[in-house]
């Protein structure tokens, strides 16, 4: 698989994430860690943008998996936008299913 060169910011981010952020359809990455968790906000250049946390307390988080949450091009979580019903919030992520997502909302219009 051949890796996009990531914006600088990446290059600052734990491996856990850089292994899902190696997609053509990225505008900017904003890393909002702190000392518990892990958070990205990955921003596409289609509007929308996506929410990765990994920490104790995130859903899936002692297991080393992700929690997501997809984000509209009004900037307001919205579960639809992946599908997800009665949940804007996605717990229990593999980094398959977290690049997936990526892969997914980088490609609507």
């Known amino acids: 698989m051949t890796h996009k060169k990531l914006p600088l910011v990446a290059n600052t981010i734990s491996p856990a994430f850089r292994d899902v952020l190696n997609i053509e359809t990225i505008k900017h ?14 921003y ?6 996506l929410s990765i946390i990994k920490g104790p307390y995130s859903y899936g988080g002692k297991q080393d998996l992700f929690e997501i949450a997809p984000y509209d091009k009004k900037d307001c979580i919205n579960g639809s936008v ?9 717990g229990y992520c ?13 490609e609507f219009k």
């Not at 992946?82 to 996605?90: A, E, K, T, Y």
Request: positive net charge.
């Open 82 to 90: 992946l599908g997800i019903s009665g949940n804007d919030i996605l």
């Open 29 to 42: 990455i904003k890393n909002n860690s702190d000392c518990l968790f892990q958070r990205l906000r990955v």
């Open 44 to 49: 596409f250049k289609n509007g929308y943008s």
């Open 94 to 106: 593999s980094v398959e299913q977290v690049r997936s997502f990526i892969k997914q909302i980088g």
